[in-house]
């Protein structure tokens, strides 16, 4: 069975930083790829960002471009979400989830519990 579990979410200050990461158990990450996904209330989920599965590349929203890095450790089965320079717009839920494909697309089969990511003073 496969799982995709998050953690790093918690409360911080604007202008400060957190490290999502997403552990995958039961599922070998190496050819797909992966993406972290958002969800504020009140609005549709959103893409964050994706990383490829054969060559890394990676994409990002307009809102987090500069912000945000996405990165993935193969060996480790997990992929992680480096978030500087907080700000309160980057208020959600934040979701991991693999790709159909090992490029990115907009298909994603499977996907995290999601973690909370609270910016406030």
């Known amino acids: 069975q496969v799982q995709l579990v998050e953690s790093g979410g918690g409360l911080v200050q604007p202008g400060g930083s957190l490290r999502l990461s997403c552990a995958a158990i039961g599922f070998n990450l190496d050819y797909y790829a992966a993406g972290w996904f958002r969800q504020a209330p009140g609005k549709e989920r959103e893409v964050v960002s994706c990383i490829s599965g054969a060559d890394g590349d990676t994409s990002y929203a307009d809102s987090v471009k500069g912000r945000f890095t996405i990165t993935r450790n193969n060996a480790e089965n997990t992929v992680y979400l480096q978030m500087n320079s907080l700000k309160s717009e980057d208020t959600a839920i934040y979701y991991c989830?693999?790709?159909?494909?090992?490029?990115?697309?907009?298909?994603?089969?499977?996907w995290g519990q999601g973690t909370q990511v609270t910016v406030s003073s």
């Open positions: 989830g693999i790709g159909h494909l090992e490029i990115c697309t907009e298909a994603f089969d499977y």
